[in-house]
């Protein structure tokens, strides 16, 4: 029964450390459409008018929210396996 929650735990890690690879990755991306926002001049740019504007301003919203919810769904995924590990250890050996 250990060696098999030793091997749920090892997977469980793996499965975490690739989702925290991909967080990263989407990470890197919404640190640098920031940094190009940071780098727009502050008066008078020129972004083919306001519905430009707007466009713009909308994909870089899109952008910071899809990384927090890719952040919440990584803590609620860390949340339920940790949940099911502690389940387990507290249930108690029968074999």
Not at 18 to 35: K, L, N, Y
Not at 58 to 83: F, R, T
Request: negative net charge.
């Amino acid at each position: 029964m250990e060696q098999q929650l030793t091997n749920l735990i090892e997977h469980m890690a793996h499965s975490h450390q690739q989702m925290a690879r991909v967080m990263d990755a989407e990470r890197e991306v919404t640190v640098r459409m920031a940094q190009i926002v940071h780098d727009l001049p502050d008066t008078e740019p020129e972004f083919d008018g306001i519905d430009g504007l707007m466009e713009n301003a909308g994909k870089v919203n899109k952008s910071v929210i899809s990384y927090l919810n890719a952040m919440a769904d990584l803590q609620e995924a860390l949340a339920e396996n940790l949940g099911l590990i502690l389940k387990e250890m507290r249930v108690p050996d029968e074999e």
